[in-house]
């Protein structure tokens, strides 16, 4: 009692404002205060049994709950205000959590065009029959805008990381510092040698031009030397090896007619790799080397500032694996859709790795309808028959309870069929997972009735899905990331649970939803059945088949009501024929 009053008081203060056009707000605010002081002096809106109040929140018994509004509608509106962010049943009734499918109004109309159309037009559909016992004609129905069903479709917003490469050469730079050129003189010195032997003569060749500073000893070693003390070298009768001293000298011109050889004093060579190049290759990118080859390898030797300078190579290149981020959105498709009704927004990272990084937004679409598979229906109001003068209309509705026996029927036969005796339960479905690269072409989860992009991308067991998913046999559980790169999802897997029938599915998901047996986490769910227990406790009166009578009612091959009807007609015109009126 008290809420209707103060819905009659609130609807009356807001009818009033909005009806008269020429009153003011302090007026508005003097009406409302009038009609609450009329309310408030109603005693039949106090409750008169402890029963009653116990039914008026926040009544104790000795005031009305919200009488301090009765003088103050200003309060009113402003305690409204301040509880509308917390309030929940607020916030349901305003959708501020934006969980409840909205509608357009081009889907309403389209919803209800079928509605509408006999509405304006009723004599079309419903008309045109005679008194009698003749049948009357069937006008068919404006084509429904009803679907097979409904499927969750997804698309994706947040950070999207780009797959590449890069390279760059870096080449060996090598600067060389040509030195002094000396001369090498090598000669043996031995005690026993005849004078005439040039070896013995070699020490007092380099006497003067060491002394003159123009030769340098370098260094000296000991050596053997084979001597003959009796008999001649052609033939020796007494071999013998005699050690004696090999000098090196070094010398700045060649001061001795002796034989010498060349060498550069004093040079330098320095050499560096130039990698300027491959600083710029990896800009505003992340980027990894995966390889270093030489590229550069011939010739060997080079002849630098007259320097001959030997390599093994003489550059490399390099070449990077490399990932670029930017913000991406594929989600212009279905939020254009409008058929398509969002339904809510996952995170797919870890919840503890911080703010979200990339986001699957989910909306509930209907599966597309297969062509052709769109039979007339009709209308065929006033049909009447008569016997003995007494007139009575054909009632051409369809039984419902038929089909609803066909559904009770066919889920016996399917708990049967799944009766798992291990476990005990019935009903069970297998996991099926499907892989999506997040803001490319690679999808293999295309949803229900919507054709695979890229067929040649999915393995067998994709494709299996895809086909099962379209005959309505699978529930989507969920989408998960499956890789990450620098910590951004790349790819997600959907997770589905995919049944023996469409009816088995249909019963998996209103039942659990029935018992509160929500679905689990995508990347566990195993598609476990009801036991009996729950199965027991599932009440199908409350579940919605309609998605499935129309598969009932082809595979039992039914006779059409209008042509029941008219078989009903002619058996009693036969009757009249033979026996007269």
């Not at 605010?29 to 109603?42: H, I």
């Not at 003995?388 to 509705?397: K, L, Q, T």
Request: charged content about 25%; aromatic content about 6%.
């Amino acid at each position: 009692m008290i809420r209707q009053s103060l819905l009659a008081f609130v609807l009356g203060f807001v009818l009033m404002g909005a009806g008269a056009a020429q009153m003011t707000i302090q007026e508005a605010r003097e009406a409302g205060k009038a009609l609450a002081t009329g309310k408030r002096a109603d005693q039949t809106l106090v409750p008169t049994s402890d029963a009653q109040a116990r039914a008026v929140p926040g009544y104790n018994g000795t005031t009305l709950p919200q009488s301090g509004y009765f003088d103050d509608p200003d309060r009113l509106a402003a305690d409204g205000r301040a509880q509308s962010s917390t309030d929940q049943s607020y916030r349901a009734a305003t959708n501020a959590d934006r969980t409840r499918p909205t509608f357009s109004n081009a889907e309403i109309l389209s919803t209800t065009a079928r509605a509408t159309g006999v509405e304006n037009d009723p004599t079309t559909f419903l008309a045109g029959e005679t008194m009698g016992s003749s049948q009357g004609s069937c006008t068919p129905l404006p084509p429904g805008q009803g679907n097979q069903g409904w499927y969750e479709a997804t698309c994706n917003s947040g950070t999207k990381v780009e797959e590449g490469t890069a390279s760059c050469r870096v080449p060996l730079v090598v600067d060389a510092t040509p030195g002094v050129s000396k001369y090498i003189y090598t000669c043996d010195a031995f005690a026993t040698l005849r004078p005439s032997n040039s070896a013995r003569r070699c020490g007092n060749l380099f006497v003067a031009p060491v002394a003159g500073g123009v030769c340098r000893e370098r260094s000296r070693e000991t050596v053997s030397y084979p001597v003959c003390r009796q008999g001649n070298a052609r033939f020796c009768t007494e071999p013998d090896i005699e050690e004696g001293e090999r000098i090196t000298y070094e010398c700045d011109s060649a001061a001795v007619a002796r034989p010498y050889t060349v060498e550069q004093v004093g040079g330098t060579i320095t050499e560096r790799r130039d990698e300027s190049q491959c600083a710029a290759a990896p800009a505003n990118q992340t980027c990894e080397l995966a390889e270093e080859v030489c590229s550069d390898p011939d010739p060997i030797t080079r002849t630098v500032n007259g320097v001959s300078v030997t390599k093994a190579c003489w550059g490399w290149e390099r070449r990077y694996t490399c990932h670029r981020l930017s913000p991406a959105n594929d989600c212009s498709a279905l939020s254009a859709n409008g058929q398509c009704t969002y339904l809510r927004e996952d995170c797919l990272d870890d919840p503890r790795s911080g703010p979200c990084k990339v986001a699957e937004k989910v909306y509930r679409c209907p599966t597309p309808a297969a062509p052709g598979n769109d039979p007339k229906q009709y209308i065929c109001g006033n049909d009447v028959y008569c016997i003995n003068g007494d007139c009575e209309p054909i009632v051409r509705e369809a039984s419902t309870e038929f089909k609803d026996a066909l559904v009770a029927l066919h889920a016996v036969d399917d708990a049967s069929k799944g009766f798992d005796p291990n476990n005990l339960t019935v009903f069970s479905g297998q996991r099926s997972t499907c892989h999506h690269k997040l803001f490319g072409l690679s999808n293999c989860c295309s949803g229900r009735g919507v054709p695979l992009l890229t067929p040649w991308l999915c393995d067998a067991a994709e494709q299996d899905l895809d086909r099962k998913d379209d005959k309505g046999l699978c529930h989507k559980v969920g989408s998960y990331c499956s890789d990450k790169v620098l910590g951004i999802c790349v790819t997600k897997k959907e997770a589905h649970c995919c049944f023996e029938s469409k009816l088995s599915r249909i019963l998996q998901e209103q039942g659990r939803a029935q018992l509160g047996k929500p679905w689990g986490d995508p990347k566990k769910e195993q598609c476990t059945g009801f036991t009996l227990d729950e199965f027991a406790r599932l009440d199908l009166s409350r579940m919605d088949f309609t998605e499935v009578y129309a598969d009932f009612m082809d595979a039992a091959k039914l006779p059409s009501e209008v042509q029941a009807a008219s078989d009903i007609q002619q058996k009693i015109q036969d009757y009249y024929a033979l026996h007269g009126k």
